[in-house]
């Protein structure tokens, strides 16, 4: 497997501007206004697919067309010590990043990232100026999903995997997963494979490890009861209030035509909740945010319209 440490496999240039246990922030534009920080999805794979490579990257197409500077969040594979962890660690991770990037900023969240910086937004709208999600599960009943045969199985299954897996979930457990999910299209890919397939699976082959606590909390409350769509989710005792959106300056969905792990329905439901702006990519899940279409004619054009309110 290909060496993602340190930053190693992002191909735009950045610098190193915040680090903790659990996250790295990198900067890849200085600019004037209010800063983005793009949060890429923890589901066993490196957050490096936010930088895919040239003209598919969304760090790139930011730096390039939006006003201020412009951060990206990795995610560090999760270590036993941090099995634990929950929801509300991953919000003072995402906190922490806001803070170095300034205290305020435009969010920019990619599928698990999404739902992430939703619920940041609600529980602190002062420290959000703009919300973009991108193939981000909100409503995680609606429409149809790979994943919602997943979704009935009891707890007590995903409970027992994380306890496998020493506390964690593993991305080579997930990966297994994904794989057996559509088991011919993976095998007949890696048959005698394009230069462009390998670039891909080198990146998808590597795992990392998330951490079995907040793993099996979204489980739970977000892909079971759905607590977020239906705007009953609480963290640490405090409700996360979806009405609180409207007190951001913007908020937008890109969704993808083809996405069978996150369909549509499932971002649109946010549109029960506040006023957006809505786009659409003719891709599937992963296509959103680093397919080179969608990044042309949806991307920049976003982040050349939102530097110009930045």
Partial sequence: MNDYTASAAWPTAHTLRHETDAIRLLEFSDGDGTAMVIIPPQAGHHSCIADYGPGQSLVESAAD????????????????????????????????????????????????GGWLAVIYAALYPERVASLVIAGAPIDTKAGKSKLHAAQRLPMLLYQAAVMMDGGLMKGRTMLKAWKSSDPIKHHLAQQGPSAETTRF??????????????????????????????????????????????????????????????????????????????????????????????????????????????
């Fill in 65 to 112: 067309h939006y006003s201020g500077s412009v951060y990206c969040i990795e995610w560090k594979s999760c270590t036993h010590e941090r099995r634990k962890e929950g929801v509300a660690d991953l919000l003072l991770q995402l906190d922490s990043a806001v803070l170095a990037a300034g205290g305020r900023a435009t969010l920019v969240g990619l599928c698990q």
């Fill in 201 to 310: 699976y080198s990146w998808y082959n590597h795992t990392q490890d998330i951490a079995g606590g907040w793993y099996l909390w979204a489980i739970e409350h977000l892909f079971q009861a759905n607590n977020l769509s239906r705007n009953k989710l609480t963290v640490n005792g405090h409700h996360v209030d979806l009405a609180a959106l409207k007190l951001l300056d913007s908020v937008h969905i890109v969704t993808g035509e083809k996405d069978d792990i996150t369909p549509p329905m499932q971002s649109h439901a946010l549109l029960l909740h506040v006023g957006a702006e809505v786009y659409s990519v003719n891709s599937g899940h992963i296509g959103v945010f680093m397919g080179r279409r969608g990044i042309k004619s949806v991307w920049s054009p976003l982040f050349a319209e939102m530097g110009e309110a930045a």
